[in-house]
């Protein structure tokens, strides 16, 4: 079982304005990462052969899926991404 590491809240008071801010940035950032990831894998994906019968293609499959599946979660990245101040972001201007 993958050892769990706690967050306080507290390590990103002074990188946003409150909690909600905070919340909304690392979500949106996860979905980036996310995003991009899975892009990465069907491209990867996509370059072998789709035959399913021949072994050797089987085998290089689960061996990408497995690289992807040791990668740190994108919350996890997003979560350190903040913490470091590698995340900028801003608030589009209301129009009046």
Sequence with gaps: ???FEDVHPSKFEDK???L?????????RARTINHKNTEELNLQLGELDNDEENP???ANREA???EFD???????QAMAELRDGDIEFEYKEKKA
């Excluded at 909600?20 to 949106?28: D, P, R």
Aim: hydrophobic share 30%.
């Design 70 to 76: 040791k990668r740190p979660k994108p919350i996890k």
């Design 56 to 58: 050797e293609d089987t």
């Design 16 to 18: 946003t304005a409150n």
């Design 64 to 66: 990408i899926v497995k």
């Design 20 to 28: 909600y801010e905070a919340c909304n940035v690392l979500s949106k």
């Design 1 to 3: 079982m993958a050892k």
